[in-house]
């Protein structure tokens, strides 16, 4: 398989799996009592919500990424420009998702 191949391959998989996961938490959120802050705190810190939650983020990530990086490689004509947006959008979603999968295991954890 081709790169080109590979990268619509993967944008259509992950918008699959955004699809199922969005519907997950739209289902699980509107099933609160309500958002106060502690009610919210339990439902992150529930195994399986922080592992979805996680997957969700690290998917949403990804996807971005991927479309992104088709905006830039379509658009960006100036080579030292199109390298750089690519290599700030790369460190920029890894950050994202690491920072919001941090931030989901804290609460899991407790912390």
């Keep these: 398989m081709k790169a080109g191949t ?3 391959v993967a944008q259509r998989v ?8 969005s519907l997950w938490f739209i289902g699980s959120i509107s099933g609160l009592a309500s958002f106060e802050y502690e009610l919210v705190v339990e ?6 919500n922080g592992v979805l939650l ?13 479309g992104i990086d088709v905006v ?20 920029a979603h890894i950050l994202i998702a690491i920072a ?6 804290s609460i899991g954890a407790g912390a």
């Design 6 to 8: 590979q990268h619509f």
């Design 14 to 21: 992950t918008a699959v799996a955004l699809i199922f996961l």
């Design 43 to 48: 439902f992150v810190a529930g195994r399986t």
């Design 54 to 66: 996680a997957l969700l983020c690290a998917t949403l990530a990804y996807h971005s990424y991927l």
């Design 72 to 91: 830039i490689e379509d658009y960006v004509h100036a080579k030292g420009i199109n390298g750089a947006s690519l290599l700030v959008s790369k460190l």
């Design 100 to 105: 919001s999968i941090y931030a989901i295991f």
